[in-house]
């Protein structure tokens, strides 16, 4: 993806939706030097986080963890400034030649009827999850993760478990 493309779609992005600015710098960084990308999986990943910027009172964060994974997560900032954590959208570097995505939500905030995840004990922040994998841009897949995104973003709104896990890891 060249790097006007990049800046079109961070521009979606905008920075006051990450917690802090240091992590939308990261991020864009990430971003400009991810240049390998057969598979289009960073247009995947931005098209997925940028379906969060459509939403009310999200909050981004970026944690890198080189030659592992680059997490994106997604919160919902309550009226107390806690946050509640949405989704974490990964991007595992274990081969930097033919990175993928981990997109991972608590196990009580999501339905899989297409079976497309996997339950992952504690795997979410110590809780259960599930996780969808995703090694190509795939519409019927993006599109899918795009309904789950909706679907946690809405439970989480009216549920009150897993605040303050945006703390942790």
Not at 18 to 38: C, G, Q, V
């Amino acid at each position: 993806m060249k790097a006007s493309k990049i800046r079109g779609a961070m521009s979606v992005m905008h920075e006051d939706l990450f917690s802090k600015y240091e992590d939308f710098a990261n991020l864009s960084h990430f971003l400009e030097k991810w240049t390998r990308d057969e598979l289009n999986i960073k247009g995947a990943f931005l098209r997925l986080t940028n379906r969060f910027s459509e939403k009310n009172r999200v909050v981004l964060s970026f944690v890198p963890r080189p030659s592992i994974s680059y997490s994106l997560r997604a919160g919902i900032k309550g009226e107390d400034e806690t946050v509640k954590l949405v989704s974490l959208v990964d991007i595992v570097d274990d081969d930097p030649d033919s990175k993928w995505l981990s997109v991972c939500f608590y196990d009580d905030c999501v339905t899989d009827p297409a079976e497309e995840g996997n339950m992952v004990p504690k795997g979410v922040l110590g809780i259960d999850g599930y996780c969808f994998d995703l090694f190509e841009n795939n519409e019927g897949i993006i599109s899918y993760l795009e309904q789950r995104i909706d679907e946690a973003y809405e439970n989480s709104l009216t549920s009150r478990s897993h605040a303050g896990a945006w703390e942790q890891g």
